[in-house]
């Protein structure tokens, strides 16, 4: 796996690899619901380095279901040590495990953008089929960005879609530099936004992010 991963990928560890991380913390074999993950095969996702993971290792993240604490585990695992790595899943596919309340504006938000991903409790939901969504839930999404067609309308089209809907629209536009706060880019061309990348963050200017520019 040589080409680097992006921030929200979700992974699926080997059973060696699962192995060598509870070797390395020995706290997690003592999680029974850490050992019942691996052995379901359930993903894992990509997250932004911290300052005590190893050079060379990839730092990924297990979030636990409320009815376990809604805790956040870090896992660190050596390229080796994956067999599988894919996107977050699509809004389309994850719709049939959200609430009926949500599908309206589900509905708006892929005629809106067909590619847009979901990254947050809705996904886990999906993906491995244990209760993540609360009637608190928001929706996180992921809105990526091709080309500068739709990138000075999407942040107006998205915020008129969040003024209706029954729950909070949280998530990135993602383009060429990283993904932004989708609120931030609601701004005027000259407003400084944050832009989180895979090495980490920066500012820029809003008008320079639609434009596809690094800086």
């Known amino acids: 796996m040589a080409e680097a991963l992006q921030r929200h990928t979700m992974v699926t560890a080997s059973a060696t690899g699962w192995a060598a991380a509870m070797s390395r913390n020995p706290a997690l074999a003592s999680e029974p619901i850490i050992e019942g993950w ?5 993903p894992l996702v990509v997250r932004r380095p911290a300052c005590n993971d190893l050079a060379g ?3 990924l993240g297990l979030p636990l279901p409320p ?3 809604k805790r956040r585990i870090a896992v660190a695992l050596a ?3 994956l067999i599988t790595h894919a996107p977050p899943p699509l809004l389309a596919d994850a719709a049939t495990s959200a609430p009926a309340s949500w599908r309206q504006t589900i509905d708006l938000l892929v005629r809106l953008l067909p590619e847009t991903r979901t990254f947050g409790s809705l996904a886990w939901q999906h993906l491995t089929g244990l209760p993540y969504l609360s009637d608190g839930s928001d929706l996180d999404l992921l809105w990526p960005l091709s080309s500068a067609r739709h990138a000075n309308t999407l942040p107006s089209d998205i915020a008129r879609i969040a003024e209706t809907a029954p729950m909070r629209l949280d998530g990135e536009i993602v383009y060429h530099a990283g993904g932004v706060q989708w609120r931030e880019l609601t701004g005027a061309d000259e407003d400084e936004v944050l832009v989180k990348g895979a ?12 434009a596809g520019g690094a800086s």
Do not use: D, K, Q, Y
């Open 38 to 42: 691996a052995r379901a095969g359930r």
């Open 199 to 210: 090495a980490g963050v920066h500012v820029t200017m809003r008008a320079a992010f639609l």
């Open 67 to 69: 009815s376990h604490g």
């Open 57 to 59: 290792m990839i730092p």
């Open 79 to 81: 390229p080796g040590e």
